[in-house]
């Protein structure tokens, strides 16, 4: 037929594609250098001085973190408070809290928590998310599984319930024993501790905040 | 008992359960619109049917507004959703006039 | 498996599908265990535990497709190019090779499982992030195996006649294997792992598979009911245009609680209102081409309406193209659709109902068409002119689309409680977890999960038996 239209035309549907993805694409890779600038760790100055960065540097270890309501964004975001002992010590320098959280990184990795757990809410349904898990009232000075322990620290008790997790049964559903070296549960906990700092837009919401909320609505 | 600061704002508990419903219900009945176009046009079904082919567009609409409303999104969401309305209806419409047209030039 | 009336490149099509179909088995195996888990804790426990189990359901699955994907290429390139498959050879040989690294990842998943947090563990036991889990050595080994793909695709594509379907997975294939880079590093920073852990996942299976899809549907409809070819490549360049164009930076549904700012919340939930037109229109193109085709066929000098043939020449790929169609639409578009506005993924997000969408999108959009692709490669084996259904086929694609379907109604309730109890009341906590996990419905979701998961399998093995002997049932047409 003579009318044809550039509608049932396959070099403009071709060329459109082509358009489109490269468009995407590039909107895409632009995206991501403003992101990536955003998400690049924070260092110790930045801690010191008091300047919140979305993904704390290492050394955040050092210092008390709480998750409050924040009025403006409407959400829950973590705050950095003051010092606070972490396995005894808050004067871990860059390079020691480096490492601890490099250990840390590795083993949550080798030692497949992901298929488990959801780490930033990804992962597998099987067990709970652990995101905040720092900050989970459980482990507090308070809290069930800090008890269970018998240790007198958050850190210590987390640490112990990693290396011998089938010894202290919360649930019919247990942790396996993944032979977690003292050292490596050491790590695990700051590698936990830094992602409770990190600025997740509030996820997950009202984290530990309700209590008993359950059978009365 | 609760901080107040802590009730959310979005979402009450007793909405979960309709959101779910009315975004699973807007897609359905967005695809029997889409489905039900095709088929008239193709003339796999007679061509009474068209009207109830739109009646299944404009319940997606309302899925869709009971479910914004109800998750309370912003207003970029809002207008996100709107136009992607204005999209769902016209896209078949689109599609089938492109086929249509490429299939009278390739045949006759 | 080998048939002399076969091509080579048509010869090795079915050697992947073979090994494909084989690791969709152990994909369902692996999957049993872990749904049995769930229900019984204790099963297993501290010999193949669930992380374990996990491991292997979804790197069989993800391992299967690509494996199924490859063979279709290898399968449709003669045909579509008119040209005998350039370096045919070395693409056997990097089939052995893919099959041999594979093999090993597997055994070392079930008898090694963890390894010290070091990166020896990370090169050679597992790289624990979710999906691409495979040690660093095996990285290598499928870029390797994927680039070779990728040239002898690229040369035959050159060589012989380029049509659009070539054009089009030619373009994906380079953007398939090239984004798998991404995945091959290590960081401390978990946010920056999430973000580039999500280029590969979602640009794979929301984009680069999706179009692979449409490419292979363009080529069914063009060789199963004899659509016409200008129609459907020119409707492939628009699907690619929209999948892409939604797809690429639908991205941002994925980030919005992984540390990353704020304004993917609406860059997510602008595309991701999108994602779901593309698979609309691929529902109706099919439906278009068959009523056309058909049409054209009940208009033609018949009178009565028995003499009307059908014009599927393959009934059983066929009815897996049709549920591709169906399933692409309900599991990405429908169980996608409704958790992922940030409004409500903030409650929905690493619940079950991510399960429940994972298991129907990855059946629905990929599952069935490449299964499709199994019967047009045991038509083309067998020499045959009109493939019918067998009752074996018929009762393996209702029990395999029913147990899917079972599977996620059940993981959709089981997801609802979790919202409900876990996350919009007790905020995610260890006790929050814990209390969602107890609910009744949650429970009984899961039993109807396993219970479901058997019916799919039991529809898995009538799907063997059907494909390994429909070849030579007297019910076709030669």
Redesign the interface.
Known sequence: MANRSVWSDNRFWQRSAAWVTGFAAILLIWLTFDTSMQISMGSDEDLKNGVTKRVPGPTVINYKITYEMDAKRGHEVPVIGEKELFFGRDDWSEEEAGALLHLGKLGSQAKNCMNCHTLLGNGAYYAPDLTKAWLDPAWGPEGSLQAMTGKPTKEEAMAEFLQHPSQYPTHERMMPNLGITAEEAKGLVAFLKHMSSIDTNGFPRNFGKIKGAVHGK | MLDPSLIRPEIALDDFLPIFVSSVLAMLFGGFYVGIYTAVKVKMLKSWAMPIAYLFWLFTAYCLYIMGSLMHVGEFTAKALIVSMIGYLLLPHAVYHMQHQVHEENEH | MASSTLNESKQLATWYFTFAFILFGAQLLFGLV?AI??VM??FL??IL????A??LHINALVVWMVFAMFGSVYWLLPDETGIDTVGIKIGKLLYWIFVAAIAVVVLVYIFV???????T??WF??????YI?APRWADFGIVVVALGFVANLFLTGIKGKQT?IV?VLMADMIAFAGLYLAGMF??????????W?WWVIHLWVEATWEVFVGAIAAYGLITMIGA?R??V???L??E??ML??SG??G?GHH?????????????G??FS??E??PL??M???V??DW??T??AEMNAEHTDEDSVRSVIQNKPAFTWFVFNAFGN?LGA??WG???T?P??N??T????F??AHGHLAFFGAYATILIGMMYIAVQGKNNIKVMNNTKSSIWAVSLIVGGVMGMTVALTIAG?V????S?????????????G?AGMWFAQGMDWRLIMGVVTFLGFLLLAKDLLTTGKNPVHER
């Open positions: 872990a888990q769930y804790p204790g426990f501290e535990d669930f992380s374990v996990r491991t499982q963890v390894g010290p947090a070091d990166e563990t990370i036991i597992m790289e624990g992030r979710e889990e659009g054009t290590f960081t401390d920073n978990i946010s920056v792992d999430q973000y852990w016409h200008k129609v490549e020119m409707w360049w628009i690619v245009a892409f164009g690429i930076l991205m980030y919005f609680w992984i540390g990353t700012p704020e304004y993917w919340w609406e860059i939930a602008l209102a999108l779901p037109l609309v229109a529902f109706v193109h439906l278009y009523g056309k058909q049409g639409f578009g429908v659709f409704f958790h506005l409004q409500v903030l409650y997000h690493g619940t079950q991510t399960s609802y979790q919202v409900l109890v996350r919009a009341q007790m905020g995610a906590t260890w006790a929050g977890y814990f209390d996990q």
